[in-house]
Antibody, heavy 118, light 106 residues
Framework: EVHLVESGGGLVQPGGSLRLSCAAS????????MHWVRQVTGKGLEWVSG???????YYPGSVKGRFTISRENAKNSLYLQMESLRAEDTAVYYC????????????WGQGTLVSVSS | SYELTQPPSVSVSPGQTASITCSGD??????VCWYQQKPGQSPVLVIY???KRPSGIPERFSGSNSGNTATLTISGTQAMDEADYYC?????????FGGGTKLTVL
């Protein structure tokens, strides 16, 4: 069974940094593209980063230059380094698995809450 | 940037058919998938590649995609189907979500 467990969320001040982690199990981690998607409480889903099996990374304009996605296949782990955090980055962040290409997100973690506030 | 538009809400009576639309420029040229999200839970994939159902998703869920509009159809809607539904497509390696539709079964 696929398991994705996020950690590292918490309260951080505006302008601060935070690193999220995702521990993956139940599948061959290195064979899948991985992503982070966030959701503001009561609002919709927003894709914030992706990394393919070759290590190439992708970001939307809203976080490019501030967020860095990375993976460590030997540890079956995905990371999201977030810098220069803003109040609008407050959200639940989900770790997600994807086969690649234009396939869907087929497994989601439970999410970790990031709160940016002074 | 590419945008997907969904109606904020749809209502349906139990046993009837619910249709949720997702609109985008030349959306029919892309694969669309749909996610269901119930309160306090992570999203779950219910339709992928326009009209395919993952294992474990009931047959009452179906999808179509043509022109500028994709549609999620739930036949014989049950109370347990009340949830938020999101469409999603890919645009140049960027994932794009619709704003979500709250389905109310009443």
């Amino acid at each position: 069974e696929v398991h994705l467990v996020e950690s590292g969320g918490g309260l951080v001040q505006p302008g601060g940094s935070l690193r999220l982690s995702c521990a993956a199990s139940g599948f061959t981690f290195s064979s899948y593209d991985m992503h982070w998607v966030r959701q503001v409480t009561g609002k919709g889903l927003e894709w914030v980063s992706g990394i393919d099996t070759a290590g190439d990374t992708y970001y939307p304009g809203s976080v490019k230059g501030r967020f860095t996605i990375s993976r460590e296949n030997a540890k079956n782990s995905l990371y999201l380094q977030m810098e220069s955090l803003r109040a609008e980055d407050t959200a639940v962040y989900y770790c997600i698995r994807q086969v690649g290409g234009d396939n869907p997100f087929d497994s989601w973690g439970q999410g970790t809450l990031v709160s940016v506030s002074s | 940037s590419y945008e997907l538009t969904q109606p904020p809400s749809v209502s349906v009576s139990p046993g009837q058919t619910a249709s949720i639309t997702c609109s985008g420029d030349k959306l029919g040229d892309k694969y669309v998938c749909w996610y269901q999200q119930k309160p306090g839970q992570s999203p779950v994939l219910v339709i992928y590649q326009d009209n395919k159902r993952p294992s474990g998703i009931p047959e009452r869920f179906s999808g179509s995609n043509s022109g500028n509009t994709a549609t999620l159809t739930i036949s014989g809607t049950q109370a347990m189907d009340e949830a938020d539904y999101y469409c999603q497509a890919w645009d140049s390696r960027n994932a794009v979500f619709g704003g979500g539709t709250k389905l109310t079964v009443l």
